[in-house]
């Protein structure tokens, strides 16, 4: 299994980006996605997971409303479209999958099997 994550950059406070991670090896019809962050000097939170088992969805509060996160099992690729980004969002993302990754809306790294590498995202002022 390899999760490429690819689509971050340096972007303007109020623009968008869409991360994208492809996955190989692996049906995502079967597997809960999940993209995680780290921002510098701060612990790796989840930012949105969805679940395949009871299609539920989390996103964090910080995030809510402004993130959506998708996946397209023919591409075998998931997605987290981000909108009106403030600096408060510059850090390193990382795609992630598991079977019962978002199950119950959860989004934690007790529920990935497999990480991607990180794409940095830095939002300018």
């Known amino acids: 299994v390899q999760l490429q994550a690819s689509g971050g950059g340096l972007v303007q406070a109020g623009g968008s980006l869409r991360l994208s991670c492809a996955a190989s090896?692996?049906?995502?019809?079967?597997?809960?996605i999940g993209w995680f962050r780290q921002a510098p000097g701060k612990e790796r939170e989840g930012v949105s997971c969805?679940?395949?088992?009871?299609?539920?969805?989390y996103y964090s509060d910080s995030v809510k409303g402004r993130f959506t996160i998708s996946r397209d099992s023919a591409k075998s690729t998931l997605y987290l479209q981000m909108n009106s980004l403030n600096v408060e969002d510059t850090a390193v993302y990382y795609c992630?999958?598991?079977?019962?990754?978002?199950?119950?809306?959860?989004?934690?790294?007790?529920?990935?099997?497999?990480w991607g590498e990180g794409t940095l995202v830095t939002v300018s002022s």
């Open positions: 090896g692996v049906n995502l019809d079967y597997y809960g």
């Open positions: 992630a999958i598991g079977p019962w990754l978002g199950y119950g809306s959860s989004c934690h790294g007790g529920g990935v099997n497999n």
């Open positions: 969805s679940s395949s088992v009871d299609s539920s969805t």
